[in-house]
C-alpha cells in the first residue's frame, strides 16, 4: 500500500513496491512551475538494515515515514547517487543519513569535494562493487556518461535490484506520464530511451552500434524485471515479458537516430 501525500493540490507518495523496496516520488520543477518529479528508493538488506538510492526533497510527511522505518536513519548502511546531473539533493540527503557510506558518480565528487566520498566513482564499479549484495548495474555503452553539453542527461547507473528484479532508473530510460494530477488520469507510455540520445552519443565510429547492443543485451538479462521506477514520471508496472519487449521496442524507436550517427561517424 502507497503512502500517499498531497502538496499543492498534487500527490507525494512513499510506496512499498515489495515487502524489501519503497519508492518515494519527489518534486522537481522546472522553470519553478512544472513538476517532472524525482525519485529516491529505500531497499532493505536481509540483515533488515537500507540503503538509499538517490536522493529528492522531502516533505514533513514523507521525511517522518522514511525516519520511522529506518530507525531516524540511524539503519541506513549505504546511499549511492547512479546519476551524473541528479545533484540537488545529494547534501540534504547525505544530512539525513549521516553515517551512511555515501557513493556516487565522478561529477557529484566534483560537484561536492567536501562530502565523505567512499571507494572509486559509480560508473566505474565491477561485478564485485561495494552493493553486490543487492544490486545488479548497468552503464549504458555508445554515450557519453557526463556529456559536455549539461542539458543532455542521457546516461546514468541503471540498478536492478537482484532479490525482486526492480529496476531503479533515472532518465536513460523514461516513461512518459501526464504532469501533475493528469498523471493518475491519463495513461503511461512504454518505456522510451532518452530524448536526447542523438546529442549523448560518442562523437566516434561504433558507437550506435555498441548502445543498441547494449539495449539487446539489457532486455535479455533483465527480461524478469515486472517493476520499472523511472525518475520524472512513474513507477510502471510491466507484464511478464514486458520488459524486454518494452526495451527493445524503445530501441527500434531511436533507430532512424542510430543510423544517421552511423552515417556520420560510421
Known amino acids: 500500500m502507497p503512502f500517499t501525500f498531497t502538496v499543492g493540490g498534487y500527490p507525494r507518495r512513499m510506496e512499498k513496491l515489495v515487502d524489501t523496496f519503497w519508492n518515494i516520488r519527489g518534486v522537481y520543477r522546472v522553470g519553478g512551475v512544472l513538476d517532472i518529479g524525482t525519485q529516491m528508493s529505500l531497499v532493505q538488506r536481509a540483515s533488515g538494515r537500507f540503503v538509499v538510492v538517490d536522493g529528492c526533497a522531502l516533505d514533513g510527511a514523507q521525511r517522518e515515514a522514511v525516519m520511522a522505518l529506518t530507525g531516524n536513519g540511524e539503519r541506513v548502511d549505504a546511499m549511492v547517487h547512479v546519476h551524473p546531473f541528479h545533484t540537488l539533493h545529494v547534501e540534504s540527503t547525505q544530512r539525513l543519513f549521516p553515517s551512511a557510506a555515501l557513493y556516487g558518480t565522478a561529477r557529484h565528487r566534483r560537484r561536492a569535494p567536501a562530502l565523505p566520498w567512499v571507494g572509486a566513482p559509480v560508473e566505474t564499479w565491477g561485478d564485485d562493487h561495494p552493493l553486490a549484495d543487492l544490486f545488479d548495474l548497468s552503464v549504458p555503452d555508445g554515450v557519453q556518461f557526463t556529456c559536455p553539453d549539461e542539458r543532455v542527461h542521457t546516461a ?8 525482486t528484479g526492480i529496476v531503479h532508473v533515472d532518465d536513460t530510460l523514461n516513461v512518459m506520464a501526464g504532469p501533475g494530477f493528469l498523471r493518475g488520469l491519463l495513461p503511461q507510455s512504454s518505456l522510451r530511451m532518452h530524448p536526447l540520445l542523438a546529442r549523448a552519443l560518442r562523437p566516434d565510429a561504433g558507437a550506435a552500434d555498441a548502445y543498441a547492443a547494449w539495449a539487446r543485451a539489457l532486455a535479455a ?6 517493476i520499472v521506477c523511472a ?6 508496472h510491466l507484464p511478464e515479458g514486458g520488459f ?15 543510423d544517421r550517427h552511423k552515417a556520420k561517424y560510421g
Do not use: F
Open 244 to 258: 524486454s519487449r518494452e526495451v527493445l521496442g524503445a530501441l527500434a524507436r531511436v533507430s532512424g537516430t542510430l
Open 156 to 163: 546514468s547507473v541503471l540498478v536492478r535490484h537482484r532479490a
Open 231 to 236: 525518475a520524472h514520471s512513474a513507477v510502471r
Open 221 to 226: 538479462r533483465w527480461a524478469g524485471t515486472r
